[in-house]
């Protein structure tokens, strides 16, 4: 089982859970795809664009759940992550944790998620 990671501020997602269905966040549904992070990648995408976001979730996605609408792309520093062409089914999500802030603004990641 391969899991792999949305952030989502708590607000978005509370939506999502009403119903049934995560479609994205603003920048998802503009790009036309949901953004996810692997294990190695979600530090960073902490990091870059949820500095100082309050209330925001780790959602943990199990990848075999989502079938053919996952596909992974080249993006940051050729990288390959993982896109979603579809709305999550939020039974595919094994785990929501809420994520504190450090001193900085950045969400801490929990140590149990590989790096």
Request: aromatic share 6%; charged share 25%.
């Amino acid at each position: 089982m391969t899991i792999i990671y949305k952030l989502v501020p708590a607000d978005l997602w509370s939506r999502a859970l009403g119903a049934g269905t995560f479609d994205g966040s603003p920048l998802d549904l503009s790009d036309g795809y949901i953004h996810l992070s692997a294990s190695q990648q979600v530090r960073e995408t902490a990091r870059r664009h949820f500095l100082d976001v309050p209330s925001l979730l780790l959602v943990e996605i199990e990848t075999d759940r989502l079938g053919p609408s996952l596909r992974w792309e080249p993006s940051r520093g050729g990288d390959l992550f993982p896109h979603l062409y579809s709305s999550l089914d939020l039974a595919a999500v094994v785990r929501v944790r809420p994520l504190p802030i450090d001193d900085d603004g950045v969400p801490v990641i929990p140590e149990d998620v590989p790096s």
